[in-house]
C-alpha cells in the first residue's frame, strides 16, 4: 500500500477572498509533505476567512517543489474560466500553473451527472488537445457507496439547517460521488 497524501485547498489570489477556486495538492516527497503542511498551516494562521482556511496563489508559486496539483475540475478557476465561455483567460491560468507547476500540473475531469460536468468536460479536452496538458479524470468522492447518497445528503441538510424536501434547498451532490473502482472509472472515461 502506498499512501497518497493531499489536500484540497481553497485558493484566492490576491486579496480577494469573495472569489474562492479549487485545487488539490499531492505531495510527490518529503519536501512536498513539508510544502503542504506549510500551505495548509498558513491558511489556517492567515488566510482564515468566511469559515475557511484559504491559500494564496502566490503561496503556491513559493512552495511548489516536490507538489503535483490538479485543477480542480469545473471549481478551479480554469474550469470557472472555460464555464463562464472565457477561453483566452482560460489559457491564461493554464499557462500560469504549469509554469508554476513544470510537469506536474493535470486538468481535472469529473462525471458525476451533475450540472455543467459535459460542458466543463469538453471544454478542459479540447483545451488540454492545444495545450498539451495531461488530463486527469477524478471523481468528486463524498462517500464510499452508492447507497450512501441519501446518509449523505440529511448530513448536508444538518449542517445547513434544511430539510429534505425544502425547495430552495441547493443540492450539489450527486448519487455518483461514490468511491468508484478502477473498472468503473475507466468505463465512464
Given at each position: 500500500?502506498?499512501?497518497?497524501?493531499?489536500?484540497?485547498?481553497?485558493?484566492c489570489d490576491g486579496g480577494d477572498t469573495t472569489s474562492l477556486t479549487l485545487v488539490t495538492a499531492l505531495a510527490m516527497d518529503n519536501a512536498?509533505?513539508?510544502?503542504?503542511?506549510?500551505?495548509?498551516?498558513?491558511?489556517?494562521?492567515?488566510?482564515?476567512?468566511?469559515?475557511?482556511?484559504?491559500?494564496?496563489?502566490?503561496?503556491?508559486?513559493?512552495?511548489?517543489?516536490?507538489?503535483?496539483?490538479?485543477?480542480?475540475?469545473?471549481?478551479?478557476?480554469?474550469?470557472?474560466?472555460?464555464?463562464?465561455?472565457?477561453?483566452?483567460?482560460?489559457?491564461?491560468?493554464?499557462?500560469?500553473?504549469?509554469?508554476?507547476?513544470?510537469?506536474?500540473?493535470?486538468?481535472?475531469?469529473?462525471?458525476?451527472?451533475?450540472?455543467?460536468?459535459?460542458?466543463?468536460?469538453?471544454?478542459?479536452?479540447?483545451?488540454?488537445?492545444?495545450?498539451?496538458?495531461?488530463?486527469?479524470?477524478?471523481?468528486?468522492?463524498?462517500?464510499?457507496?452508492?447507497?450512501?447518497?441519501?446518509?449523505?445528503?440529511?448530513?448536508?441538510?444538518?449542517?445547513?439547517?434544511?430539510?429534505?424536501?425544502?425547495?430552495?434547498?441547493?443540492?450539489?451532490?450527486?448519487?455518483?460521488?461514490?468511491?468508484?473502482?478502477?473498472?468503473?472509472?475507466?468505463?465512464?472515461?
Open positions: 500500500i502506498k499512501p497518497l497524501v493531499g489536500s484540497d485547498l481553497w485558493v512536498g509533505y513539508r510544502h503542504l503542511t506549510e500551505l495548509i498551516s498558513r491558511a489556517y494562521q492567515h488566510g482564515q476567512s468566511q469559515g475557511r482556511a484559504i491559500v494564496q496563489r502566490s503561496w503556491l508559486k513559493e512552495l511548489n517543489a516536490g507538489l503535483i496539483l490538479l485543477s480542480g475540475a469545473r471549481q478551479g478557476d480554469v474550469g470557472q474560466a472555460l464555464l463562464n465561455d472565457h477561453a483566452d483567460l482560460a489559457r491564461s491560468l493554464l499557462d500560469g500553473w504549469q509554469r508554476d507547476f513544470p510537469d506536474r500540473f493535470y486538468l481535472e475531469i469529473q462525471r458525476t451527472g451533475r450540472a455543467g460536468d459535459e460542458d466543463y468536460l469538453h471544454a478542459a479536452v479540447a483545451l488540454a488537445a492545444e495545450s498539451g496538458c495531461p488530463l486527469v479524470a477524478t471523481n468528486d468522492v463524498c462517500f464510499i457507496a452508492r447507497n450512501d447518497f441519501e446518509a449523505h445528503e440529511v448530513r448536508v441538510c444538518i449542517n445547513e439547517g434544511r430539510t429534505l424536501d425544502d425547495s430552495r434547498r441547493e443540492r450539489r451532490y450527486s448519487d455518483e460521488q461514490y468511491l468508484k473502482s478502477a473498472g468503473e472509472m475507466a468505463e465512464l472515461f
